[in-house]
């Protein structure tokens, strides 16, 4: 059981507006930046959002973070089929002296 | 590129030992700080430990410490990870990564190896 809350899976029809939530607490999203992870199938996590909500060179901007208090989201616009991954949050927490995931998000593109 | 590449998991049986090394190429690696993170058939990510560039840092989630030992060769641009008393909750595929830790972005892990699967089973 993570101390970062996603949900198991997310869903769109192309050209959607998809959104996934990080929810945690004050140890750590609450006191340090987010990260995304997007994981397709079979292949390595690659990195997504860095900082909360800065995009890596590469990266399509209808990708996009955001954090708010104890909670972020990664917001997708323009959903593609392409975009049928996992995606992971990962955060420090400063009770545990180091980083943790969420779960992860199956994001299902109709 | 960047690049990084794992090699040393395959099937063990439970209380053995196995160790991991990744080969990095393309950036300065005695520059940057490296993890290692695992994900179990099925499931999610955990991290399990990182090491500073000099290799005089470490740090180990609870899940491994006193059984995994985290090590790096700059010379050879390469980092090892040591797992002994392995039980069947270590079986995942391990991933390195390089770890943006010093430059205060504290869970920046980018890019990652291939990976590489450990079995733990009798």
């Known amino acids: 059981q993570s101390v970062v809350t996603q949900p198991p899976s997310a869903s769109g029809t192309p050209g959607q507006r998809v959104t996934i939530s990080c929810s945690g607490s004050?140890?750590?999203?609450?006191?340090?930046?987010v990260y995304w992870y997007q994981q397709v199938p079979g292949t390595a996590p690659k990195l997504l959002i860095y900082?909360?909500?800065q995009r890596p060179s590469g990266v399509p901007d209808r990708f996009s973070g955001s954090k708010s208090g104890t909670s972020a989201s990664l917001a997708i616009s323009g959903v593609r089929s392409e975009d049928e991954a996992d995606y992971y949050c990962?955060?420090?927490?400063?009770?545990?002296?180091?980083?943790?995931f969420g779960g992860g998000t199956k994001l299902t593109v109709l | 590129q960047v690049q990084l590449v794992e090699s040393g998991g395959g099937l063990v049986k439970p209380g053995g030992s196995l160790r991991l090394s990744c080969e990095a190429s393309?950036?300065?690696?005695?520059?940057?700080?490296m993890s290692w993170i695992r994900q179990a058939p099925g499931k999610g990510l955990e991290w399990i430990s990182y090491?500073?560039?000099?290799?005089?840092?470490?740090n180990y989630a609870d899940s491994v410490k006193g059984r995994f030992t985290i090590s790096r060769d700059n010379a050879k641009n390469s980092l090892y990870l040591q797992m002994n008393s392995l039980r069947g909750e270590d079986t995942a595929v391990y991933y390195c990564?390089?770890?943006?830790?010093?430059?205060?972005?504290?869970?920046?892990?980018?890019?990652w190896g291939q990976g590489t699967l450990v079995t733990v089973s009798s």
């Open positions: 990564a390089r770890d943006y830790f010093a430059s205060g972005s504290y869970s920046r892990f980018d890019p």
């Open positions: 090491i500073s560039s000099s290799g005089s840092t470490i």
């Open positions: 004050s140890p750590n999203i609450g006191s340090n930046y």
């Open positions: 990962a955060v420090w927490d400063d009770s545990l002296s180091g980083p943790v």
């Open positions: 393309g950036f300065t690696f005695s520059d940057y700080y």
């Open positions: 900082r909360s909500d």
